[in-house]
């Protein structure tokens, strides 16, 4: 039994010819000959077209057709407003707005419940203007992941397994895999994938640009789907960084890079650092610290961070780490 929506009019004849316009079929109509209800369905939608004076709903038509979207808004001779938008709001970056910032995990910031009952602690509270959006996501009780095959319409996004593991599937990256803590992957644009199981205790690090971005779910992709390792999503590649990758030393500093550079086209760089040494680049710097302790030395301030703590660096600006903490780098250019 459908959900009808109930559309008043004046005229069932003069309303149909504008519901038809916009892709509803006709599926039934009476009295035959002085029509009181038409019945049109399409896309979804199932309308009841009556001749009634109640106040008239407000319809949303969701569409890519450029010419219906430069309209706006569309009236049927009954009085109802269509407004047009776009299925899915396009993709918008606005340009980083950015002040040094340190988010302490000593500072209590609420943890939210979020999608698929995953906790989630805010690590960049205003989100550099909506530049980019970090969380530090959280499952306290592991087992089955009461997720679907979704994707995101973003142009950055990566996922770090600091603690714990989850088991993940992704589009055209053949058998699910299990992402172990200093396990990272890059979700390229629009890339299908599922949240499948996790152990207790399970947090991990997502970043994501711009912050405000869709999830879509796909209801009809069935995953596993086979393996196109080289298959580009918007231009990115999928990369899987593994714990075990190698180290190569960098003055006092040691550095595991992901590799994640090259497969973004330079969107954005991940590494690992240990050591002390100077961090920041020419692009907005994000960092966590992961393990042990470390002295955040910026502009004659000097802050000591521990495991779980965050700070943010503008471009153009660097700082010095001190000590031996192990600490994911992001410089984000997206």
């Known amino acids: 039994m459908p959900f009808?929506?109930?559309v008043p009019c004046t005229s069932?004849?003069?309303?149909?010819?504008f519901w038809q316009s916009l892709g509803l079929r006709l599926d039934a109509i009476w009295p035959a000959d002085d029509p009181q209800?038409?019945?049109?369905?399409?896309?979804?939608?199932?309308?009841?077209?009556?001749?009634?004076?109640?106040?008239?709903?407000?319809?949303?038509?969701?569409?890519?057709?450029?010419?219906?979207l430069a309209r706006r808004t569309l009236t049927s001779p009954g009085g109802v407003a269509?407004?047009?938008?776009?299925?899915?709001?396009?993709?918008?970056?606005?340009?980083?707005?950015?002040?040094?910032?340190?988010r302490r995990l000593a500072d209590s910031a609420p943890w939210v419940i979020g999608r698929a009952g995953m906790h989630y602690r805010d690590l960049v509270p205003d989100r550099l203007g909506g530049a980019m959006i970090a969380s530090h996501?959280?499952?306290?009780?592991?087992?089955?992941?009461?997720?679907?095959?979704?994707?995101?319409?973003?142009?950055f996004q990566l996922i770090f397994c600091l603690s714990g593991w989850v088991d993940l599937v992704y589009e055209d990256q053949g058998d699910p895999f299990r992402l172990h803590a200093g396990d990272a992957v890059t979700q390229p644009p629009e890339i299908r994938h599922r949240v499948l199981h996790a152990s207790d205790g399970l947090e991990v690090l997502e970043i994501g640009a711009p912050a405000d971005h869709v999830t879509t779910i796909d209801h009809d992709l069935r995953l596993p789907n086979g393996t196109d390792a080289a298959r580009r999503f918007a231009g990115q590649r999928f990369v899987r960084h593994r714990a075990d990758a190698p180290w190569r030393a960098d003055g006092a500093q040691h550095v595991q890079e992901t590799g994640i550079g090259a497969a973004t086209g330079g969107v954005a760089e991940v590494r690992v650092v240990r050591g002390a040494g100077p961090i920041g680049s020419d692009a907005v710097t994000f960092g966590f610290v992961r393990a042990g302790e470390a002295v955040l030395a910026l502009e004659g301030d000097r802050t000591v961070l521990g495991a779980g703590d965050a700070f943010v660096l503008p471009p153009g600006r660097s700082a010095d780490l001190r000590d031996g903490a192990e600490t994911i780098e992001v410089a984000l250019r997206a």
């Not at 106040?55 to 890519?64: F, W």
């Open 82 to 102: 269509v407004v047009l938008d776009h299925s899915v709001p396009p993709m918008a970056t606005p340009e980083p707005v950015a002040a040094p910032m340190i």
């Open 137 to 155: 996501i959280r499952i306290p009780e592991g087992g089955p992941v009461p997720d679907m095959v979704h994707y995101h319409t973003v142009g």
């Open 37 to 68: 209800v038409a019945l049109l369905s399409g896309d979804g939608v199932r309308l009841r077209v009556e001749r009634a004076d109640h106040p008239a709903p407000h319809l949303r038509l969701t569409t890519r057709d450029p010419d219906l």
């Open 12 to 17: 069932v004849n003069d309303d149909l010819p």
């Open 4 to 6: 009808e929506t109930v």
